[in-house]
């Protein structure tokens, strides 16, 4: 979708002629827009990385939920500047769209299922802080092995309903061995910054442990 608004910038103001939008796999939104403005009043006029859309622009419509994430300047006649002004985020005003679910084939990785990890790419509107520590939000496993860096696999992630473990988690205990069978598990995490939100990506694969006694 497009716009074009006319008009022409006075000293200090800034013009909005074009608006485009577009929209990645995971739900991400990117919208640009291209302002004139007097070459004189370029620096003044320029945004600052992460200022929120409803902070900037001049459109009819504002969006508290998308920020500048880039922006460059092309001279034009009349010293005049073009100011193109690249925000990254969401327009609605709540919610975060679905994950998206891959299956990676991996040798080696399964042990009641296929030999695979399974990858959730999805938006989070937490910290980086509180991703790490938390990760898709699911519960931390109760056994040393795995209690710094492992969770479960939550039952979905946005909305997108995750696979279901090969076997149910259990636990068998014999004179000399405990062997506990945890399924689909956090094996890995990571994350980018875009805009207010992160774009974050959780692997999980299945895991157990195994106590000699």
């Known amino acids: 979708m497009s716009a074009v608004i006319v008009g022409s910038p006075s000293s200090g103001n800034k013009v ?11 739900g991400l939104e990117t919208l640009n827009e291209v302002y004139i403005v007097r070459t004189a009043d370029r620096k003044t006029l320029q945004p600052s990385f992460g200022t929120l859309h409803s902070a900037y622009s001049t459109a009819s419509t504002t969006f508290a939920r998308m920020a500048v994430e880039n922006f460059s300047f ?11 002004v690249t925000y990254v985020g969401l327009t609605s005003s709540s919610g ?21 990890i399974i990858e959730a790419e999805f938006l989070t509107d937490k910290s980086e802080t509180e991703f790490i ?14 209690q710094a860096e492992g969770r479960y696999m939550p039952t979905a992630i946005n909305g997108t309903k995750m696979p279901s473990n090969p076997r149910q988690p259990f636990q068998t205990t014999s004179l000399f061995q405990q062997n506990t069978y945890f399924g689909y598990v956090q094996t890995s995490l990571s994350c980018d910054r875009r805009g207010i939100f992160l774009v974050a990506r959780v692997n999980y694969a299945e895991a157990q442990s195994g106590v000699v006694g």
């Open 133 to 146: 520590q938390t990760g898709a939000g699911g519960l931390l496993i109760q056994a040393d092995r795995f």
């Open 16 to 26: 909005l002629r074009r608006a485009d939008f577009s929209t990645e796999r995971i």
């Open 74 to 84: 092309r001279e034009q006649d009349g010293d005049l500047t073009e100011i193109n």
């Open 96 to 116: 975060l769209p679905p994950a998206l679910v891959r299956f990676i084939p991996t040798p080696g990785a399964g042990i009641y299922g296929p030999n695979m």
